[in-house]
């Protein structure tokens, strides 16, 4: 769960629409791959399967992302798992994913998916209540386990197609069908409807760590597997889109019965 | 000793390289039913718990996980895989040096993971029949203060005995993952397979 589940990075909301109006003009600047001659069948069709047409200005915003993560994240991500204990880091895990119930409620609803619905409905409810304001995952325990569900799920699950590669700052590495979801995630979230100078840090400060919370995740998984890698880049493109495609296969795949189990004839799967 | 040991293993898999015909993967998949996956990889797992956990010095231990990486692993053709296309249009000698990098290269990476495997603790569960005759057994893999991860072990026969050909840690394919990323570093080398041997070898020299 916590190995991956980072790639969609959160932060402020306006800092974030700035940053996503620069990147679509630097976007429109910016160089595109040049396709290789059609006379070499294998080149295309790698080129093709790679679906990254615009790799010369995702590379560039890798670049940045790193830079950004060397000084600010990594290091903030570091002093955190130093001084936090273990516990209190999950805890603090906890209580920001369900904070994020509300949106992942919305999406399992829209992705036509009751039981996952019921899931997170029940999740919230137990981890609010016996779990202490979400601080403990008592939910996992009672037979409701995590998942995730947000709108590029959705759209996936609507028949949309990823479409190209994209690596955007701070966000990172997706496409256009899941980093426009992830606009709408954010609008979904009641917590950012609310205004009012407290609840505006209060949210200010939940963003934050849950860039650092999830920061602190990857640690394990993506900084070992980039260190490993002749070409880190294109590692971090394929175990997204595989870790993506995983996702959407789950959510697909989830269709128990909504009737319970004492209900006669109740199918198979 | 283990030097020893670890360089007969070497040279018996490539004579067995040798004796397939270089390159040629052999597709006559023996029949393998996912209870015997399942144990293969329920053994498997136990004796890498038992080095890791057990006695011994890391250095030790580093020289145990690299004979078991061997043993349970069909490091050629995870090789072959991960070199792609590439592998047809490289030279016997190529694939031969390939290889023998991608062997130390893959022995290099597990055995650096020493200090994550302590303490982990694993549960097998189903076993389900994949393409081309192997079995993916999924298990549920718990280390200390980490969530407890899906991971599939994909079990293929075709060398003779059950081994491992991939591993699907959150539905993230470890050689699918290490092809594209030869893939991109090959695209951007001018597909040469030297130059991706060179930049192998720079990561056997590097410490870690």
């Known amino acids: ?269 | 000793m283990h030097m020893l040991t670890r360089r007969s293993l070497l040279t018996a898999s490539l004579a067995t390289v040798a004796a397939i015909g270089l390159g040629a993967l052999p597709r006559m998949a023996r029949a393998q039913t996912p209870a015997q996956a399942s144990a293969f990889v329920e053994q498997a797992g136990k004796d890498l718990i038992a080095v890791v956990n057990g006695p011994g010095s890391a250095a030790d231990k580093q020289a145990k996980l690299k004979q078991i990486v061997d043993q349970v692993v069909d490091v050629d053709a995870v090789g072959r895989f991960c070199l792609g296309r590439f592998w047809r249009t490289a030279t016997p000698a190529e694939q031969q040096q390939y290889l023998q990098l991608f062997h130390q290269v893959l022995q290099k990476n597990v055995a650096g993971k020493l200090g994550d495997y302590q303490g982990v603790t694993f549960v097998v569960g189903r076993a389900t029949p994949r393409d081309g005759g192997t079995v993916g057994v999924a298990t549920v893999v718990t280390r200390p203060n980490v969530a407890p991860a899906n991971v599939e072990w994909v079990v293929s026969s075709s060398s003779g005995s059950p081994r491992i050909v991939d591993v699907v840690a959150e539905g993230t394919s470890l050689r699918l993952t290490q092809r594209s990323d030869y893939a991109s570093f090959l695209a951007h080398n001018n597909d040469s397979v030297q130059a991706l041997m060179d930049a192998m070898r720079k990561q056997l020299s590097q410490p870690g």
């Not at chain 1, 990075?9 to 791959?33: E, I, K, N, P, S």
């Not at chain 1, 209540?129 to 699950?157: I, K, Q, R």
Request: glycine share 8%; net charge negative; with cysteine.
């Open chain 1, 1 to 269: 769960m916590a190995a991956c589940d980072g790639f969609g990075v959160r932060m402020d909301v306006m800092t974030r629409l700035v940053l996503l109006g620069a990147t679509g003009l630097m976007l429109a600047m910016a160089g595109c791959a040049t396709p290789p001659p059609a006379t070499d069948p294998d080149a295309v069709a790698d080129f093709k399967q790679t679906n990254d047409p615009l790799e010369p200005t995702n590379r560039v915003f890798y670049a940045v992302n790193n830079g950004i993560d060397a000084v600010l994240l990594k290091p903030l991500a570091l002093a955190y798992t130093y001084v936090v204990p273990p516990f209190a880091q999950t805890g603090v895990h906890n209580a920001l994913s369900n904070l994020n119930s509300p949106v992942l409620l919305a999406n399992d609803m829209m992705q036509g998916k009751p039981r996952r619905a019921g899931d997170t409905l029940a999740r919230f409810v137990i981890n609010s209540t016996v779990g202490v304001a979400g601080l403990f995952d008592v939910a996992t325990g009672w037979g409701y386990p995590f998942h995730t569900s947000n709108f590029g799920e959705t759209l996936a699950l609507w028949g949309v197609p990823e479409g190209p590669y994209l690596f955007l700052p701070i966000l990172g590495p997706g496409n256009p069908r899941d980093s426009s979801g992830y606009g709408v995630d954010v609008a979904l979230d009641p917590l950012s409807w609310v205004t009012g100078t407290a609840i505006t840090d209060a949210n200010y400060a939940r963003y934050g760590l849950t860039l650092v919370d999830v920061r602190a995740s990857l640690f394990d998984s993506l900084d070992k597997a980039t260190a490993q890698a002749l070409d880190p880049y294109a590692t971090v493109r394929s175990l997204y889109r595989q870790h993506r495609e995983a996702e959407i296969a789950a959510a697909k795949a989830d269709n128990r019965a909504t009737t319970p189990g004492w209900y006669p004839s109740q199918p198979a799967k």
